[in-house]
């Protein structure tokens, strides 16, 4: 069964301090989908990345960046030089799609705090 | 596009009455999923369903909740009777069978008093 662990409960950093969440995940398929949300206070789910399992390279995007490594089963998410507004709760999560659940997988969360 | 829509925003029941969540997906989209989130288990797939079919409701808490998709722009979670321990948010998420690209709605914060 597919599983999502994201160790790291709560992060706290001062501004324009960089900062990584942890993401390690199971699965039997080879062909899956990994995610990451951004919950800010408000509640709603933003859609942050989603990076197949053929897909190895690292991706920026201004200041995020994320790290996928098949080898270790890691999917780590960066932020450089960051800033309040990136207080949040942060989720990473799996979605199979050969075999498995359709359905989306998700980690128990990272609260991040910023603080100025 | 509006995107996927949930009614109502909020709700407050007394405990041992019926509530009934609402859920309109984007429209082409083939998959739609019940999510709830609290406190102490996070974001849990309820059920989803596959062009209207349910394909797994393994996440269903119990009998008291059930969901139904009568057509493909419309979807409803209903939990009855209510109970406090049933407060929590629910998400409802659309996605199109050959792009995994989900799309949540804004959730229905549930209170049952």
């Known amino acids: 069964a597919q599983k999502v662990t994201q160790a790291q409960t709560e992060i706290s950093v001062v501004e324009k301090e960089d900062v990584t969440l942890d993401c390690v995940y199971e699965t039997r398929d080879t062909t899956y989908y990994l995610f990451w949300y951004k919950q800010p206070p408000s509640g709603e789910l933003v859609f942050l990345i989603r990076r197949n399992s053929f897909d190895e390279q690292n991706e920026i995007s201004g200041r995020y960046s994320w790290n996928f490594q098949k080898s270790t089963s890691s999917f780590n998410f960066t932020i450089t030089a960051s800033q309040v507004v990136d207080s949040a709760v942060y989720f990473c999560a799996l979605s199979e799609a050969q075999t498995g659940r359709r359905a989306l997988t998700f980690g128990s969360g990272t609260r991040l705090q910023v603080q100025p | 596009d509006a995107g996927v829509i949930q009614s109502p925003r909020h709700e407050v029941t007394e405990m041992g009455q019926e509530v009934t969540l609402r859920c309109k997906p984007i429209?082409?989209?083939?998959?739609l999923f019940w999510y709830r989130q609290t406190m102490m288990r996070g974001l849990e797939l309820l059920i989803y369903f596959n062009n209207n079919v349910p394909i797994d409701d393994s996440g269903m808490p119990e009998d008291r909740f059930s969901a139904k998709m009568p057509n493909a722009s419309f979807s409803t979670l209903k939990i009855q009777p209510s109970e406090p321990r049933d407060s929590a948010v629910y998400f409802c998420?659309?996605?199109?069978?050959?792009?995994?690209?989900?799309?949540f709605g804004s959730g229905t914060r549930l209170t049952v008093v």
């Open positions: 429209s082409g989209h083939d998959y």
């Open positions: 998420a659309s996605r199109e069978d050959s792009n995994y690209g989900y799309t």
